[in-house]
Protein backbone atom coordinates (compact mmCIF):
# COMPACT_ATOMS: atom_id res chain seq x y z
CA UNK A 1 0.00 0.00 0.00
CA UNK A 2 1.29 3.76 -0.78
CA UNK A 3 2.71 5.79 1.66
CA UNK A 4 0.37 8.16 1.93
CA UNK A 5 -2.85 5.73 2.21
CA UNK A 6 -1.43 3.74 4.83
CA UNK A 7 -1.20 7.30 6.85
CA UNK A 8 -4.77 8.07 5.54
CA UNK A 9 -6.06 4.82 6.87
CA UNK A 10 -4.05 4.80 10.45
CA UNK A 11 -6.28 8.46 10.85
CA UNK A 12 -9.06 6.97 9.97
CA UNK A 13 -8.63 4.16 12.81
CA UNK A 14 -7.50 6.91 15.20
CA UNK A 15 -10.83 9.56 14.46
CA UNK A 16 -13.16 6.64 15.09
CA UNK A 17 -11.20 5.38 18.42
CA UNK A 18 -11.58 8.98 19.77
CA UNK A 19 -15.34 9.44 18.34
CA UNK A 20 -15.82 5.80 20.66
CA UNK A 21 -14.13 7.26 23.44
CA UNK A 22 -16.60 10.41 23.15
CA UNK A 23 -19.76 8.73 22.24
CA UNK A 24 -20.14 5.92 24.11
CA UNK A 25 -17.90 4.11 26.48
CA UNK A 26 -16.48 5.82 29.94
CA UNK A 27 -12.52 6.92 28.99
CA UNK A 28 -11.91 3.65 31.23
CA UNK A 29 -13.61 1.26 32.64
CA UNK A 30 -12.96 0.51 36.64
CA UNK A 31 -14.33 -2.31 37.91
CA UNK A 32 -16.25 -1.15 40.90
CA UNK A 33 -14.84 -1.63 44.44
CA UNK A 34 -16.38 -2.77 47.48
CA UNK A 35 -16.66 1.29 48.36
CA UNK A 36 -18.82 1.58 45.62
CA UNK A 37 -21.42 -1.08 46.38
CA UNK A 38 -21.18 0.58 49.67
CA UNK A 39 -21.99 4.17 48.40
CA UNK A 40 -25.15 2.82 46.40
CA UNK A 41 -26.37 1.42 49.93
CA UNK A 42 -26.51 5.02 50.99
CA UNK A 43 -28.59 5.80 47.86
CA UNK A 44 -31.89 6.20 47.70
CA UNK A 45 -33.00 2.41 46.79
CA UNK A 46 -35.08 2.63 43.86
CA UNK A 47 -33.91 -1.27 43.02
CA UNK A 48 -37.26 -3.34 42.64
CA UNK A 49 -40.43 -3.68 40.01
CA UNK A 50 -42.74 -0.96 40.23
CA UNK A 51 -45.97 -0.09 38.06
CA UNK A 52 -48.20 3.11 37.28
CA UNK A 53 -51.47 2.25 39.23
CA UNK A 54 -54.88 1.55 37.19
CA UNK A 55 -56.17 5.15 36.53
CA UNK A 56 -52.82 6.72 37.10
CA UNK A 57 -51.01 7.13 33.47
CA UNK A 58 -53.91 9.11 32.27
CA UNK A 59 -54.18 11.38 35.42
CA UNK A 60 -50.13 11.38 35.14
CA UNK A 61 -50.01 12.70 31.31
CA UNK A 62 -52.87 15.04 31.19
CA UNK A 63 -55.65 15.26 29.04
CA UNK A 64 -53.96 17.25 26.36
CA UNK A 65 -55.18 20.26 28.22
CA UNK A 66 -53.04 20.91 31.48
CA UNK A 67 -50.63 18.55 31.69
CA UNK A 68 -48.43 18.83 34.98
CA UNK A 69 -51.09 21.15 36.52
CA UNK A 70 -51.82 19.68 39.04
CA UNK A 71 -50.55 21.25 42.52
CA UNK A 72 -48.34 22.96 40.67
CA UNK A 73 -48.79 26.46 39.99
CA UNK A 74 -49.35 27.89 36.49
CA UNK A 75 -47.84 25.45 33.63
CA UNK A 76 -48.16 26.17 29.90
CA UNK A 77 -51.59 24.14 28.94
CA UNK A 78 -50.07 23.53 25.60
CA UNK A 79 -46.14 23.06 24.13
CA UNK A 80 -44.95 26.61 23.06
CA UNK A 81 -43.65 26.33 19.79
CA UNK A 82 -41.12 28.27 17.58
CA UNK A 83 -43.02 29.73 14.74
CA UNK A 84 -40.82 27.24 12.09
CA UNK A 85 -42.43 24.21 14.39
CA UNK A 86 -46.02 26.00 14.82
CA UNK A 87 -45.92 25.34 10.71
CA UNK A 88 -44.80 22.05 10.73
CA UNK A 89 -47.18 21.16 13.65
CA UNK A 90 -50.13 22.38 11.59
CA UNK A 91 -49.09 20.45 8.49
CA UNK A 92 -49.13 16.96 10.21
CA UNK A 93 -52.32 17.56 12.24
CA UNK A 94 -53.78 17.45 8.64
CA UNK A 95 -52.09 14.28 8.23
CA UNK A 96 -52.93 12.45 11.28
CA UNK A 97 -52.91 9.01 10.75
CA UNK A 98 -55.64 6.32 12.34
CA UNK A 99 -53.00 5.25 14.27
CA UNK A 100 -48.62 5.02 14.88
CA UNK A 101 -46.80 1.80 14.51
CA UNK A 102 -46.71 0.79 18.29
CA UNK A 103 -50.06 -0.70 16.24
CA UNK A 104 -47.57 -3.17 14.07
CA UNK A 105 -45.37 -3.95 17.20
CA UNK A 106 -42.55 -1.22 17.46
CA UNK A 107 -42.38 0.70 20.67
CA UNK A 108 -43.69 3.86 21.16
CA UNK A 109 -40.22 5.26 22.29
CA UNK A 110 -39.20 7.71 25.53
CA UNK A 111 -41.48 9.25 27.21
CA UNK A 112 -44.73 7.26 26.36
CA UNK A 113 -42.68 4.09 27.26
CA UNK A 114 -42.72 5.07 30.90
CA UNK A 115 -46.28 5.09 31.08
CA UNK A 116 -47.71 1.80 30.05
CA UNK A 117 -49.93 -0.20 31.99
CA UNK A 118 -47.19 -3.20 32.58
CA UNK A 119 -44.26 -2.85 35.20
CA UNK A 120 -40.73 -1.79 35.13
CA UNK A 121 -38.09 -3.11 37.35
CA UNK A 122 -35.42 -0.82 38.36
CA UNK A 123 -31.88 -2.57 38.77
CA UNK A 124 -28.82 0.12 40.79
CA UNK A 125 -25.36 -0.85 40.27
CA UNK A 126 -22.34 1.16 40.15
CA UNK A 127 -22.26 3.58 37.54
CA UNK A 128 -25.49 2.99 36.27
CA UNK A 129 -29.67 2.38 36.63
CA UNK A 130 -30.96 -0.23 34.13
CA UNK A 131 -34.59 -0.11 33.84
CA UNK A 132 -36.23 -3.28 32.29
CA UNK A 133 -39.24 -2.16 30.87
CA UNK A 134 -42.14 -5.12 30.16
CA UNK A 135 -44.03 -3.74 27.38
CA UNK A 136 -42.47 -4.51 24.31
CA UNK A 137 -39.44 -5.41 26.12
CA UNK A 138 -37.17 -2.34 26.16
CA UNK A 139 -34.05 -1.84 28.36
CA UNK A 140 -32.82 1.84 29.21
CA UNK A 141 -28.84 2.18 30.59
CA UNK A 142 -28.89 5.59 32.45
CA UNK A 143 -24.88 5.90 33.28
CA UNK A 144 -24.23 7.71 36.50
CA UNK A 145 -20.50 7.17 36.10
CA UNK A 146 -19.96 10.79 34.26
CA UNK A 147 -19.98 10.37 30.83
CA UNK A 148 -21.92 12.51 28.59
CA UNK A 149 -23.49 11.78 24.82
CA UNK A 150 -22.21 14.81 22.37
CA UNK A 151 -24.12 13.49 19.43
CA UNK A 152 -24.86 10.04 19.72
CA UNK A 153 -26.62 8.07 16.99
CA UNK A 154 -30.80 8.87 16.87
CA UNK A 155 -32.86 5.36 18.92
CA UNK A 156 -36.38 4.95 20.19
CA UNK A 157 -35.32 5.51 24.25
CA UNK A 158 -32.35 8.03 23.82
CA UNK A 159 -28.99 7.77 25.06
CA UNK A 160 -29.11 8.81 29.13
CA UNK A 161 -27.05 10.11 31.42
CA UNK A 162 -27.91 10.75 35.12
CA UNK A 163 -26.62 12.81 38.24
CA UNK A 164 -27.90 13.21 41.45
CA UNK A 165 -29.07 16.38 43.16
CA UNK A 166 -29.87 15.89 47.10
CA UNK A 167 -32.44 12.36 47.26
CA UNK A 168 -33.54 13.11 42.80
CA UNK A 169 -31.89 11.16 40.33
CA UNK A 170 -32.07 13.42 37.42
CA UNK A 171 -31.98 11.29 33.65
CA UNK A 172 -30.80 13.92 31.32
CA UNK A 173 -32.02 11.91 27.52
CA UNK A 174 -30.42 13.35 24.20
CA UNK A 175 -30.69 11.52 20.61
CA UNK A 176 -33.88 10.78 19.10
CA UNK A 177 -35.54 8.73 16.17
CA UNK A 178 -38.40 10.47 14.76
CA UNK A 179 -41.09 8.23 16.32
CA UNK A 180 -44.41 8.87 18.12
CA UNK A 181 -43.54 8.52 21.54
CA UNK A 182 -46.72 9.60 22.95
CA UNK A 183 -45.75 14.05 21.94
CA UNK A 184 -48.43 16.08 20.38
CA UNK A 185 -46.04 18.01 18.26
CA UNK A 186 -43.21 17.99 15.99
CA UNK A 187 -39.89 17.54 17.69
CA UNK A 188 -36.19 18.07 16.28
CA UNK A 189 -33.18 15.99 16.96
CA UNK A 190 -32.51 18.68 19.52
CA UNK A 191 -35.08 17.60 21.83
CA UNK A 192 -33.88 16.83 25.31
CA UNK A 193 -35.76 14.42 27.59
CA UNK A 194 -35.20 15.56 31.36
CA UNK A 195 -36.99 13.07 34.35
CA UNK A 196 -36.36 13.29 37.85
CA UNK A 197 -36.77 10.16 39.53
CA UNK A 198 -37.70 10.54 43.88
CA UNK A 199 -39.70 8.27 46.56
CA UNK A 200 -41.90 10.28 47.90
CA UNK A 201 -42.06 7.10 50.37
CA UNK A 202 -40.13 3.40 49.95
CA UNK A 203 -43.26 2.40 48.21
CA UNK A 204 -43.73 5.28 45.65
CA UNK A 205 -41.63 6.23 42.94
CA UNK A 206 -42.34 9.49 41.33
CA UNK A 207 -41.09 10.10 37.84
CA UNK A 208 -41.18 14.49 36.80
CA UNK A 209 -40.62 14.74 32.61
CA UNK A 210 -40.03 17.43 30.70
CA UNK A 211 -39.13 18.17 27.35
CA UNK A 212 -36.89 21.10 26.09
CA UNK A 213 -36.06 21.37 22.28
CA UNK A 214 -34.04 24.66 21.42
CA UNK A 215 -35.61 24.25 18.01
CA UNK A 216 -39.01 23.33 18.06
CA UNK A 217 -39.86 25.08 22.41
CA UNK A 218 -39.78 28.60 23.36
CA UNK A 219 -39.97 26.77 26.69
CA UNK A 220 -39.32 23.87 28.78
CA UNK A 221 -42.92 21.42 28.48
CA UNK A 222 -43.80 19.78 31.44
CA UNK A 223 -45.40 16.20 30.73
CA UNK A 224 -46.63 16.06 34.54
CA UNK A 225 -45.49 13.57 37.25
CA UNK A 226 -46.22 9.65 36.88
CA UNK A 227 -46.30 8.12 40.14
CA UNK A 228 -45.34 4.37 40.33
CA UNK A 229 -46.15 1.96 43.21
CA UNK A 230 -44.02 -0.58 44.26
CA UNK A 231 -44.72 -4.29 43.58
CA UNK A 232 -42.60 -6.55 46.08
CA UNK A 233 -43.97 -9.58 45.01
CA UNK A 234 -43.97 -9.02 41.26
CA UNK A 235 -41.47 -10.35 38.76
CA UNK A 236 -40.99 -8.46 35.03
CA UNK A 237 -42.71 -11.08 32.54
CA UNK A 238 -41.86 -12.04 28.91
CA UNK A 239 -43.20 -9.55 26.43
CA UNK A 240 -43.39 -10.43 22.70
CA UNK A 241 -45.45 -8.35 20.75
CA UNK A 242 -44.81 -9.94 17.40
CA UNK A 243 -46.31 -13.30 19.01
CA UNK A 244 -49.85 -13.07 18.43
CA UNK A 245 -50.39 -9.40 16.94
CA UNK A 246 -53.47 -9.20 14.95
CA UNK A 247 -53.49 -5.12 14.84
CA UNK A 248 -51.66 -3.66 11.84
CA UNK A 249 -51.59 -0.08 10.54
CA UNK A 250 -50.62 0.42 7.03
CA UNK A 251 -48.16 2.68 5.22
CA UNK A 252 -51.12 5.28 4.62
CA UNK A 253 -52.15 4.93 7.87
CA UNK A 254 -55.49 2.96 7.89
CA UNK A 255 -55.49 0.88 10.93
CA UNK A 256 -56.83 -2.61 10.38
CA UNK A 257 -57.05 -5.96 11.96
CA UNK A 258 -55.71 -9.66 10.55
CA UNK A 259 -58.24 -12.32 11.29
CA UNK A 260 -56.78 -14.96 9.50
CA UNK A 261 -56.23 -18.38 10.77
CA UNK A 262 -57.33 -18.14 14.37
CA UNK A 263 -56.62 -21.52 14.85
CA UNK A 264 -53.13 -20.58 13.84
CA UNK A 265 -52.15 -18.77 16.49
CA UNK A 266 -49.46 -19.41 18.53
CA UNK A 267 -50.64 -21.53 21.83
CA UNK B 1 -75.71 -11.41 51.60
CA UNK B 2 -78.28 -9.38 52.58
CA UNK B 3 -79.92 -7.04 49.98
CA UNK B 4 -78.81 -3.44 51.15
CA UNK B 5 -75.23 -5.21 50.96
CA UNK B 6 -75.57 -6.56 47.08
CA UNK B 7 -76.82 -3.12 45.97
CA UNK B 8 -73.56 -1.38 47.62
CA UNK B 9 -71.66 -4.08 45.94
CA UNK B 10 -73.41 -3.63 42.52
CA UNK B 11 -72.73 -0.17 42.86
CA UNK B 12 -69.19 -0.62 43.30
CA UNK B 13 -69.19 -2.83 40.35
CA UNK B 14 -70.70 -0.43 38.26
CA UNK B 15 -67.87 2.60 39.25
CA UNK B 16 -65.10 0.08 38.40
CA UNK B 17 -66.17 -0.75 35.25
CA UNK B 18 -66.74 3.51 34.32
CA UNK B 19 -63.28 3.64 35.64
CA UNK B 20 -61.37 0.86 34.11
CA UNK B 21 -62.98 1.15 31.00
CA UNK B 22 -61.40 4.66 30.44
CA UNK B 23 -57.75 3.46 31.51
CA UNK B 24 -57.94 0.22 30.08
CA UNK B 25 -58.24 1.53 26.43
CA UNK B 26 -54.84 2.99 27.08
CA UNK B 27 -53.38 -0.83 27.56
CA UNK B 28 -54.99 -1.79 23.85
CA UNK B 29 -52.10 -1.06 21.67
CA UNK B 30 -54.21 -0.25 18.76
CA UNK B 31 -58.03 0.17 19.53
CA UNK B 32 -58.44 2.28 15.79
CA UNK B 33 -60.35 0.11 14.67
CA UNK B 34 -63.03 -0.91 17.16
CA UNK B 35 -66.17 1.74 17.63
CA UNK B 36 -65.57 3.18 21.09
CA UNK B 37 -69.73 4.27 21.08
CA UNK B 38 -71.28 1.13 20.30
CA UNK B 39 -71.73 -1.98 22.35
CA UNK B 40 -72.73 -5.46 21.16
CA UNK B 41 -73.59 -8.99 22.96
CA UNK B 42 -72.56 -11.55 21.29
CA UNK B 43 -73.49 -15.68 22.60
CA UNK B 44 -71.80 -18.87 21.98
CA UNK B 45 -69.37 -21.29 22.73
CA UNK B 46 -65.05 -20.85 23.21
CA UNK B 47 -63.51 -22.48 20.12
CA UNK B 48 -59.68 -21.18 21.25
CA UNK B 49 -58.32 -19.02 23.42
CA UNK B 50 -55.27 -17.07 22.57
CA UNK B 51 -53.62 -16.62 25.75
CA UNK B 52 -50.70 -14.46 23.84
CA UNK B 53 -49.34 -11.10 23.66
CA UNK B 54 -49.71 -8.53 22.65
CA UNK B 55 -53.70 -9.83 23.29
CA UNK B 56 -55.06 -12.63 24.16
CA UNK B 57 -57.93 -13.46 21.40
CA UNK B 58 -61.05 -15.53 22.48
CA UNK B 59 -62.54 -16.98 19.50
CA UNK B 60 -66.46 -17.78 20.20
CA UNK B 61 -68.78 -20.36 17.72
CA UNK B 62 -72.22 -18.46 17.35
CA UNK B 63 -74.68 -19.46 15.80
CA UNK B 64 -76.72 -16.54 13.76
CA UNK B 65 -79.98 -15.90 12.85
CA UNK B 66 -80.02 -18.50 9.99
CA UNK B 67 -79.07 -20.79 12.33
CA UNK B 68 -75.00 -21.24 10.95
CA UNK B 69 -71.95 -21.31 13.30
CA UNK B 70 -70.26 -17.88 12.41
CA UNK B 71 -66.39 -17.61 14.29
CA UNK B 72 -65.92 -14.37 16.25
CA UNK B 73 -62.52 -13.13 17.55
CA UNK B 74 -62.80 -11.06 20.70
CA UNK B 75 -59.58 -9.33 21.37
CA UNK B 76 -58.71 -8.45 25.28
CA UNK B 77 -56.34 -7.66 27.43
CA UNK B 78 -52.45 -9.70 27.43
CA UNK B 79 -51.67 -12.09 29.80
CA UNK B 80 -49.26 -10.67 31.42
CA UNK B 81 -51.64 -8.09 32.73
CA UNK B 82 -54.73 -10.70 33.22
CA UNK B 83 -52.13 -12.60 34.99
CA UNK B 84 -51.67 -10.28 37.94
CA UNK B 85 -54.87 -9.74 38.59
CA UNK B 86 -55.89 -13.72 38.82
CA UNK B 87 -56.23 -14.80 35.15
CA UNK B 88 -54.86 -17.91 33.65
CA UNK B 89 -54.29 -19.89 30.51
CA UNK B 90 -57.17 -22.19 31.92
CA UNK B 91 -59.33 -19.10 32.47
CA UNK B 92 -61.80 -20.29 29.65
CA UNK B 93 -61.55 -23.41 28.00
CA UNK B 94 -62.39 -24.62 24.63
CA UNK B 95 -66.54 -25.30 25.15
CA UNK B 96 -67.08 -23.13 27.74
CA UNK B 97 -70.55 -20.84 27.03
CA UNK B 98 -70.08 -17.22 26.86
CA UNK B 99 -72.01 -14.10 26.78
CA UNK B 100 -69.53 -11.13 25.82
CA UNK B 101 -70.09 -7.46 25.45
CA UNK B 102 -67.64 -5.96 23.18
CA UNK B 103 -67.07 -2.71 21.44
CA UNK B 104 -67.26 -3.82 18.02
CA UNK B 105 -65.54 -3.29 14.60
CA UNK B 106 -66.06 -0.16 13.00
CA UNK B 107 -65.99 -2.01 9.48
CA UNK B 108 -68.25 -4.92 10.28
CA UNK B 109 -66.25 -7.89 10.50
CA UNK B 110 -66.87 -10.62 12.98
CA UNK B 111 -64.53 -9.12 15.85
CA UNK B 112 -64.84 -6.49 18.82
CA UNK B 113 -62.66 -5.69 22.19
CA UNK B 114 -63.58 -7.94 24.67
CA UNK B 115 -65.26 -5.42 27.63
CA UNK B 116 -67.07 -8.29 29.53
CA UNK B 117 -68.07 -12.11 29.43
CA UNK B 118 -70.46 -13.56 31.33
CA UNK B 119 -70.70 -17.24 31.80
CA UNK B 120 -74.37 -19.18 32.69
CA UNK B 121 -73.45 -19.56 36.49
CA UNK B 122 -73.33 -15.19 36.38
CA UNK B 123 -69.57 -15.25 36.78
CA UNK B 124 -68.46 -11.97 34.84
CA UNK B 125 -64.91 -11.48 33.90
CA UNK B 126 -63.90 -7.76 33.12
CA UNK B 127 -61.52 -6.46 30.69
CA UNK B 128 -59.58 -5.34 33.30
CA UNK B 129 -58.97 -8.75 34.88
CA UNK B 130 -61.61 -9.09 37.46
CA UNK B 131 -63.82 -11.58 37.84
CA UNK B 132 -66.66 -11.34 39.58
CA UNK B 133 -68.61 -14.48 41.48
CA UNK B 134 -72.13 -15.75 40.65
CA UNK B 135 -74.67 -14.34 43.03
Known sequence: MPLHRLI????????????AQDNAAPKKYKAPTAADWTALGKLPDF????????????AAAGRGGAPGRAG??????????????????????????????????LPPGLPAIMGQPYPVELLMTPGQLTIVIEAYTQVRHIYTDGRKFE???????????????????????????????GINFPYSEKMKITERFRLSDPETLNI???????LALTQPYPLGNRVFKRHRSWTVAEYVCEENNRNFVDASGKAGINLANPTASPK | ???????????????????????????????????????????????????????TWVWLDVTNDQGQTETWGVEGMSPNYLNRRGWSRQTLKPGDKLSVTIRPMKD??????????KRPDGEVLLMNGEIKDKE
Open chain 1, 8 to 19: FAASLIVSQVAF
Open chain 2, 1 to 55: MNKPMRAVVKGMVAVSLVAGGATVALAHHSAAIFDASQTRVISGTVKKFDYSNPH
Open chain 2, 108 to 117: GQKAGMWISG
Open chain 1, 72 to 105: RGAMPAQPQLTPEYAAKAKETTAARAEDNQSANC
Open chain 1, 151 to 181: DPDPSFNGSSTGHWEGDTLVVESVGFEQVPR
Open chain 1, 208 to 214: ETTITDP
Open chain 1, 47 to 58: TGVWEIPLGGAR
